[in-house]
């Protein structure tokens, strides 16, 4: 273990609230700077820079500069997207900050839905099968959806959030969506789409830390819950909430999510040439045989599943990162502590199409259960020191506990004990594992 590490976290959702929480929490940290961060994360003592541009990767660079950081942790998904691993890289001055977080190269996993179905294919990883058609082969892409069977799996190559996946349930509707995807709803995102078969099975996020040389560190597995609706009906978001542990994630499944997906997937970007150095999100299903087939890679860590994962960590995440920076991890399993932790994600009115903003936010602390706390995620300041709403997702309610069914609990009094005006919430999160 260091001591004195100072870190910065790139980002200011719910994902980096809760890496903040986490990291200034743990032996060995001095500080933990966000850029950008979020009001919400000020107030809990993490130092946030709130004007700055996650793309920023020069104001980045700036910053660990002056502080003397040697360690940032990538949040969201654009940057690394857009090469913020390589831009330290190239730097001189900035050769001895370690980025967690893969170069551009490897986050096409994430980055590209066509790149990543390649890549699984080539590499024997179970999938779904699929096809993928450019903007200019809109006809050749209607024309495959006879190929397939109802629902229909349409996904914009790019990202979009992690609302660009539809499942369509007739071809009329399937039809329709080539259409929007290609018209331009997710911009450039869907000018490119993968058409893919339907998986029926259960889901699941399985998180590693890996240090590009095949070693890795699998972190608590996690499900979320992705649409707007009770029963999971509605448009998707980007989660309305998770629990870890998933209790159909056993340990003869787990071992073939080891063997099958997350050895094979290190194995083929050590075959490619790309070395991936953070952390890998696999998307998973588990089909009705017990299979484990990839739904999607992501190159970070899942929002609002890190709410539920790090809380179960019973090891120092700061050393983790480290071992990986040394390429030290070896192949193991996390230790994790024996709770389970659930997060209720609390959204604005209009979520997710249009969510209101504004609505001034309390929250009653002597109502918070002794094993909850609260995440900030789209929150600002109105100026006198009140946080108001900012986004759709707003925050995320989280609970512990010996059980599931008490960790649940314990997140639903903890959203109560908060207020804001036309607050929603699903309120059947983890009812289908209980």
Not at 114 to 143: C, D, N, V, W
Not at 325 to 341: N, P, V
Not at 383 to 397: P, T
């Amino acid at each position: 273990m260091r001591t004195g590490e100072i870190v910065i976290i790139v980002g200011g959702g719910g994902r980096e609230h809760a890496l903040g929480r986490r990291l200034k929490n743990e032996l060995g940290v001095k500080e933990v700077h966000a850029w950008p961060g979020n009001a919400g994360m000020a107030e809990d003592g993490i130092l946030c820079h709130m004007a700055a541009s996650a793309l920023d990767f020069e104001g980045i660079g700036r910053l660990a500069t002056a502080i003397g950081a040697k360690m940032v942790i990538v949040g969201p998904e654009a940057p690394l997207v857009e090469g913020i691993a390589d831009y330290f890289k190239g730097q001189e001055s900035l050769r001895d900050v370690f980025v967690v977080g893969p170069t551009r190269v490897g986050a096409q996993l994430e980055g590209s839905k066509s790149f990543a179905k390649a890549f699984m294919l080539r590499h024997g990883i179970p999938t779904a099968r699929y096809k993928s058609f450019e903007a200019s082969q809109a006809g050749e892409a209607a024309r495959f959806l006879a190929d397939m069977h109802a629902p229909y799996v349409i996904k914009a190559d790019g990202l979009a959030a992690g609302k660009g996946v539809a499942i369509c349930a007739t071809r009329e509707e399937a039809e329709a969506t080539l259409r929007s995807f290609f018209g331009g709803k997710f911009a450039a995102a869907s000018q490119r789409v993968v058409i893919e078969e339907f998986l029926e099975g259960k889901e699941l996020s399985v998180f590693i830390v890996t240090d590009g040389q095949g070693g890795y560190v699998m972190l608590p597995e996690a499900k979320d819950y992705k649409r707007i609706g009770n029963g999971d009906t509605g448009a998707n978001t980007g989660g309305m909430g998770s629990v870890s542990p998933v209790p159909f994630a056993d340990d003869a499944f787990m071992r073939r999510v080891t063997l099958e997906v997350v050895e094979p997937t290190l194995a083929g970007l050590r075959a490619d040439g790309i070395e991936y150095e953070g952390f890998l999100f696999f998307g998973l299903i588990r089909l009705r045989d017990g299979s484990p087939y990839v739904i999607e890679y992501n190159a970070r860590l899942g929002d609002p599943e890190t709410q539920v994962v790090l809380p179960r960590l019973d090891e120092s995440l700061l050393d983790i990162l480290i071992a990986m920076k040394d390429k030290k991890l070896g192949r193991r399993s996390a230790r994790c502590t024996g709770k389970a932790c659930v997060s209720v994600t609390l959204a604005a009115a209009g979520y997710p199409e249009a969510p209101k903003k504004g609505m001034p936010i309390t929250l009653d602390r002597a109502l918070l259960p002794a094993e909850s706390h609260v995440i900030y995620s789209g929150v600002a300041s109105n100026g006198s020191g009140v946080l108001v709403a900012n986004g759709g997702r707003v925050l995320s309610a989280c609970g512990e506990g010996e059980t599931i069914l008490k960790a649940k609990e314990n997140a639903y009094r903890a959203a109560e004990a908060v207020h804001f005006a036309e607050k929603y919430m699903r309120n059947d999160i983890t009812l289908d594992v209980i």
